[in-house]
């Protein structure tokens, strides 16, 4: 018997018509009909990919169509098939998307079961669960046999699991431009580029100690970023509506731990942007007494600057952008005097543009701890011709003040076959203190990217940059050892689905330590992973699981409550599986002297068979000069520390380790 994975199906109701959700339903496939070498566009439609590569559609996808009763899924059409074999009982991981014109506006991405060993599915969309097919993606809802995971500008669902017999899959993308419809399928088979390639062996041995700091029960919760003040671990992630677990309200929770006696304080935030939590669009920054928050917002990025680590924020500042724009992906970091950098992505009908945001601190008080911050307005740091994908940017200064942009960005062109081929640009920018900028194209990569990832050693003309990024064969890193101008040949990590790379090199008893984290999957779902060098170039790198993805048979206790983040009429068989995994995007980590500080977020899924019909609240959806050098001083001083605030005293109850998401802190060696 196989051994199937199912998932929690977040079943809410929704209007259908062509594939599930609203929307028009008509529509072509944007396919581009001529020859030549075609412009990016503004919109890709469904994107399917195995890790970051994307998958070519069949040429004889005919027999497949016939083979489905369009009818029965409200389908009128299809626009593209895909054929995958895998072999029976192997795990396989598929991600599907869907992208709207400047990264803004409703889309959704529905999924269907249209065939399981030849024979239609009977009942809703837990026939998928039963196949051993897994939805995983944030925004869910369903009706009958629809499942649609929704976004503000992007969305996507991942398929993952095994299968004992052929599945085929309806999907269907919608955005304000309409409907473009496809079918998946999957056979028993030899291995094909979906499925998962052996990961690294066994758990790191240099964690030093693990420990969970918050928990929920809501779907929506998730995206944690990190910063370190002195001994307050500083972390921000999406919190969703504690009283109803399915609501699509969301707020930002702020959590401090302080890492020499664990003690958990926090505070929150609303949080109005539409999405339901596709985009990492806040970040933090730290630096003594000082913490900094950046969000990207609908109209607007804010800063707000706490100077008392987290307990009040003295200080906002807002960026309009208006209605003309859509911003995504702010990062921050903070150099050793205090000096500022905020980086964004905006993007509009003529194209996408990467802007950076300066500050200073403006004054102190008497211990020199800042009380001000001063803003320049905002630079164009780099534009894209066209509407653009962002990536999420490594941003760090280095011991000398020079500033590193390691940024990436993707742009897709129609095929005539109905695919899509994305291409992502990796680039470094480099202004040395005092300087200007340049910038470098490190790479350019078939792939769609989620997070390039930078490093730094030394300063000035001979500064050494590590630079992680993702390529169609797993993670990538190459070094600069003078300061961006050139890059070495990339070292392979190698994992066909590591993606979002974080490189943290130091120098430690006169080696080069470098430790890379990155997202992978494992046989039940997503983890995350590190390759180390003890000394790098003169050591052989290892590779470990820092997480463990798992599935195991549950057994229902008689009378037994829901599983975790159902409502508390949902009903569940007496016997099912349970997947444990990391989330999407689901960790970030900052150095703490010669340790890895890591925040990331695990969720666990109790399976059920029973679908349940759920009414929910709707999504509401709803230019600067040329980046120039620095001012000020000639010469970079550091700050010396002040004495440490008090930083966020409200308490903050003890996580339940039972939660279907908890927040962990991870320290490492």
């Known amino acids: 018997m196989r051994v199937g994975i199912c998932v929690l199906l977040s079943v809410l109701m929704l209007g259908c018509q062509d594939g599930g959700s609203s929307g028009s339903s008509g529509g072509g496939s944007n396919i581009n009909p001529g020859g030549g070498n075609p412009a990016p566009v503004a919109e890709t439609p469904l994107i399917v990919s195995a890790g970051v590569k994307t998958l070519d559609p069949t040429t004889n996808g005919a027999p497949i169509i016939a083979s489905v009763d369009l009818a029965r899924l409200n389908l009128s059409a299809i626009d593209v098939v895909y054929d995958f074999s895998s072999p029976i009982g192997e795990p396989f991981a598929i991600h599907v998307s869907s992208r709207a014109e400047n990264n803004s506006g409703q889309v959704n991405v529905s999924l269907a079961h249209a065939l399981s060993g030849g024979s239609t599915p009977v009942g809703d969309a837990t026939s998928l669960a039963e196949a051993g097919i897994i939805p995983s993606t944030t925004g869910t809802r369903a009706n009958g046999t629809w499942l649609a995971a929704q976004g503000d500008g992007f969305a996507r669902l991942t398929l993952q699991g095994s299968i004992e017999k052929a599945e085929v899959l309806a999907l269907t993308a919608q955005s304000s431009r309409g409907t473009f419809r496809a079918l998946i399928r999957i056979a028993p088979g030899v291995q094909s580029d979906i499925n998962l390639e052996p990961v690294g062996s066994g758990n790191y041995p240099h964690a030093i100690s693990e ?44 959590l401090q731990v302080d890492t020499s006696t664990g003690a958990v304080t926090g505070g929150a935030l609303s949080e109005p942007n539409p999405d339901s939590g596709n985009w990492r669009d806040h970040e933090l920054a730290a630096l003594f007494n000082v913490l900094v928050r950046a969000h990207a917002g609908l109209n607007e990025v804010s800063v707000d600057i706490s100077f008392d680590r987290g307990a009040t924020f003295g200080q906002q500042e807002q960026f309009p952008t208006g209605g003309l724009y859509a911003n995504r992906l702010v990062q921050v970091a903070m150099a050793a005097d205090y000096s500022l950098a905020v980086v964004f992505w905006r993007s509009s009908q003529t194209g996408s543009e990467l802007m950076l945001w300066e500050a200073s601190a403006s004054a102190f008080d008497n211990t020199g701890s800042p009380t001000a911050f001063s803003f320049v307005p905002p630079a164009v740091l780099f534009a894209v011709g066209s509407d653009a994908t962002p990536s999420i940017m490594g941003v760090e200064f280095s011991a000398g003040g020079d500033l590193v942009v390691g940024y990436g960005y993707s742009t897709a062109v129609s095929n005539n076959d109905g695919s899509w081929t994305t291409t992502t640009a990796y680039r470094c920018a480099v202004r040395e203190f005092g300087q200007t900028f340049r910038d470098t194209n490190v790479e350019t990569e078939e792939v769609i990217s989620f997070d390039p990832s930078v490093s730094l050693l030394g300063q000035g003309s001979t500064m050494q940059i590590f630079y992680a990024y993702e390529a169609r064969d797993g993670i990538r890193l190459r070094t600069s050892s003078d300061a961006g101008v050139s890059f070495s040949a990339p070292v392979d990590i190698g994992n066909n689905t590591g993606h979002l790379p974080s490189v943290f090199a130091r120098d430690q008893n006169g080696q080069t330590r470098v430790d890379l984290l990155y997202m992978s999957y494992g046989t039940a779902g997503s983890e995350l992973h590190i390759t180390h060098w003890d000394d790098w170039g003169n050591s052989t790198p290892s590779t470990y699981r820092l997480t463990t993805s798992s599935q195991e048979e549950s057994k229902n206790v008689a009378g037994g409550g829901p599983p975790p983040g159902a409502p508390s009429f949902a009903s569940i068989p007496n016997a099912g599986f349970r997947i444990t995994q990391l989330s999407w995007l689901g960790y970030d980590a900052v150095l703490d002297g010669d340790d890895v500080l890591i925040g990331y977020v695990e969720q666990t899924y109790d399976a059920y068979l029973i679908c349940f019909p759920f009414i929910g609240a709707g999504i509401g959806f709803g ?47």
Do not use: C, K
């Open 623 to 669: 230019g600067g000069g040329v980046a120039g050098p620095q001012g000020a001083s000639n010469s970079f001083t550091a700050a010396t520390p002040p004495p440490l605030a008090p930083g966020l005293t409200q308490p903050v109850a003890t996580p339940d380790p039972n939660a279907m998401s908890r927040l962990r802190l991870l320290r490492i060696d």
């Open 211 to 254: 420990t969970d700091i918050y928990s929920s029960e809501s779907r929506n919760f998730g995206l944690p970023v990190i910063a370190l003040s002195g001994d307050r671990a500083s972390l921000m992630a999406y919190e969703g509506d504690i009283g109803d677990p399915l609501s699509q309200n969301r707020y930002e929770m702020r």
